[in-house]
């Protein structure tokens, strides 16, 4: 039975889409639009049937698994909203600048880091999977950015999340359809998606011929307003780049690449940061320079600590922590630590373990899912994962399995020591940007080393690509 309304309800969005463009196409004999009207018209009419059936359907199935995805959907859902508000700007005005264009794009960009943000700081969710999909296919909303195929760009971001939605699959196929759902329905976005900017934007955004330029912000007041500096010159065309204001704490990519673009607009004005050097600095033109070699440039001298110490601070140490938060597990910040113990958790709970050092950890008993992450020299031993067992971004590390774990996955590690039970052999070891990674089987009274293969061949075999584990000759 609900697999019967689940293909009415998608009978019904497809009619609806069929209705729409039947009434924008009679628009023109009806005399209701012009030409260009029309198409801004049809574009967002086509946009919205996005946002009311795929996403509509989204976050129907993220409400019904609540907690994290419920929550990361939202933030989805406020993307979707703002983009559309940029779209409908993009109907009627014509194309900006391009640093006037970077300011529009900022709120868009600032949604995609949100919503990977919020990966960031739960990843010992059980619902991690989930999170990971979105928070990799996220940046697909970029698209409007994207000169000359954009269809393909978003392609490639729905890629990154089948990566996770499989994992998904996988975890609950069996047990919970709910997850299944959730699933097509989020890849279904971005099917969507990709249909829409093929047919109304398929060199990417189309902006209008007629109108006014666009404004440097989609919240910006009217153009004819009044200018807001109080300075008494005459105000500059526009009001700076939002992001000259950007507060000190933003430390990632973008906000790296936010500054070079800013030095790299000053064009020529650049220099004047440089210093003037008079004739008696140069060495060329002062031989007592050139015979001081390199104590010249020691001046103006440093000052010293009394102590003789460097000025600058050295890392600040964090305390450990062994705690239970919800159902998470939190082992952190350990260093020399050899007795750390979980006992008996719940089916239910994750263990989430970070920034520890030349410690060792044991879990008894069956847990959710365990994930390491950004350890160095950590010996952990576990008895049963329901989930995954996840390395990430960590070098040195043991894993000793007791009982039964389905998948292990090993992500940008250098050197993973793996031992298996008899009941863990048949679990699935996924690794990617990884390097010295062993896999050891019980034979005996001992254990037989494998070593997981870091290099590969790939060949054409006329009809697709073909590839296998290679060794290094030599």
Known sequence: METL???????????EQVSVNMQVSNGMANGECN????????????????????????LKNSRAIGEDVEKHAEMVNNALQLQRSFLKMATTHQEPAQMELADLLKPIS?????????????????????????SESIPALGWVAVSQKPVPYVKEMNDAAIFYTNRVLKDYKDSDKRHVEWVRSYLSIWTELQAFIKQYHTTGLVWSK???????????????????????????????????????QADSTTAQHSALFTQL?????????LKHISKDQMTHKNPALRSQGGEHHASPPKSRNPGGSSNRAPPQKRPPLLELEGKKWRVEY???????????????????VFGCSNS??????????????????????????????????????????????????INKTEGCQVY??????????????????????????????????????????????????????G
């Open 5 to 15: 309304v689940q293909r009415l309800e998608q009978a019904v969005i497809r009619v």
């Open 35 to 58: 030409g260009i009207n029309r198409g801004q018209s049809q574009c967002m009419e086509a946009f919205d049937l996005l946002l009311m059936g795929p996403l509509s359907e989204y």
């Open 110 to 134: 600032e949604k995609i880091q949100e919503i990977q943000n919020f990966r960031e700081r739960n990843r010992g969710s059980s619902q991690f999977n989930h999170l990971s999909a979105v």
């Open 210 to 248: 007629t109108g006014p330029i666009a404004p440097p912000s989609l919240f910006s007041p009217a153009p004819g307003g009044p200018c807001p500096p109080p300075p008494p010159p005459p105000p500059p065309p526009g009001p700076p780049p939002v992001f000259t204001g950007e507060p000190p």
């Open 265 to 273: 607009n000053q064009g020529e004005a650049i220099t004047k940061a």
């Open 334 to 352: 350990f260093d020399q630590a050899h007795d750390l113990v979980i006992e008996e958790p719940e089916l239910r709970q994750v263990a989430y």
């Open 360 to 409: 060792t950890l044991q879990i008894k008993g069956k847990i959710n899912s365990i994930i390491v992450d950004n350890c160095k020299k950590l010996g952990l031993v576990f008895d049963n994962v329901v989930g995954i067992m996840e390395v990430i971004n960590s070098k040195d590390i043991k894993l000793q399995v007791m009982g039964r774990v389905p998948t292990i996955s």
């Open 420 to 473: 298996l039970s008899k009941d863990a052999l048949d679990c699935e070891i996924i690794s990617a940007k990884s390097s010295e990674m062993n896999i050891l089987v019980p034979q005996d009274d001992d254990y037989r080393e494998f070593p997981v293969p870091e290099q590969f061949k790939t060949v054409w075999d006329r009809s697709k690509l073909v590839t296998e584990p290679t060794e290094i000759a």
